[in-house]
């Protein structure tokens, strides 16, 4: 099993431009996140989704639209990027028990200038 | 949801025992707090989970008080390979998917 793939692991974009980052896991996981990881500020939630066609916010979802047409498949995209979107993006996925342990991608490190 | 803090870092040796603490004062009946592991450039890896008293896996132990205000994680004879950051987190079994991570501690762990 591959667990939680995320492509792409990096990118550089220009301000303005857009972008979409996939998230897939294999483990047939209701609950897919997105978070933002930035220097000493730990882990912030943008969006969940709680099954398949679900979507919600979480703490920094501005500038941010997320789609879950497909069970395996969660996407973060980024309509018209800003420097202040430069992050590494995690993905994550659990069952649908609530405090089922969250098994997490590798990362994309995205550079906005 | 609660809200958790725990040191912002801390210093360690090979061989070492570290212990952890977060404090989540205003924890409800249904949480159950959950420590992760991260290194750099990967995503946090769970490592443990408890609801009350004393939880231990092959990696770690966990401690929690009977008012559960508290707990504490404790890696047995730290080596190098521990050097990562360690959150903890407050999960509600009760509802709601919303899992914040805090800033974490930064565990260096040198020879």
């Known amino acids: 099993n591959a667990g939680v793939t995320q492509t792409p692991k990096f990118r550089v974009l220009k301000t303005g431009q857009s972008m979409t980052l996939l998230c897939a896991q294999d483990?047939?996981?209701?609950?897919m996140y997105w978070y933002r990881q930035d220097p000493g500020m730990g882990l912030r939630l943008i969006h969940y989704?709680?099954?398949?066609?679900?979507?919600a916010k979480g703490e920094v979802p501005d500038g941010y639209n997320v789609s879950r047409l497909k069970k395996q498949n969660f996407l973060l995209g980024l309509e018209s990027a800003a420097p202040s979107q430069t992050s590494v993006y995690f993905c994550a996925s659990n069952r649908q028990v609530q405090n089922e342990k969250l098994f997490f991608g590798s990362g994309t490190q995205l550079s906005v200038l | 949801l609660a809200k958790t803090t725990q040191p912002i870092s801390m210093d360690s040796y090979e061989g070492q025992e570290v212990n952890i603490t977060c404090s989540h004062n205003n924890i409800a009946t249904n949480d159950y707090i959950t420590w992760y592991q991260q290194f750099p450039s990967q995503g946090p890896r769970f490592i443990i989970q408890?609801?009350?008293t004393k939880v231990t896996n092959e990696v770690a132990s966990l401690f929690i008080p009977a008012d559960r205000k508290s707990s504490t994680l404790s890696l047995p004879r730290v080596s190098l390979s521990d050097t990562a950051v360690y959150y903890c987190l407050v999960v509600s079994r009760g509802g709601g998917n919303k899992l914040t991570f805090g800033t974490g501690t930064q565990l260096k762990v040198e020879l």
């Open positions: 989704s709680v099954g398949e066609g679900t979507t």
């Open positions: 408890g609801y009350k």
């Open positions: 483990m047939n996981h209701e609950y």
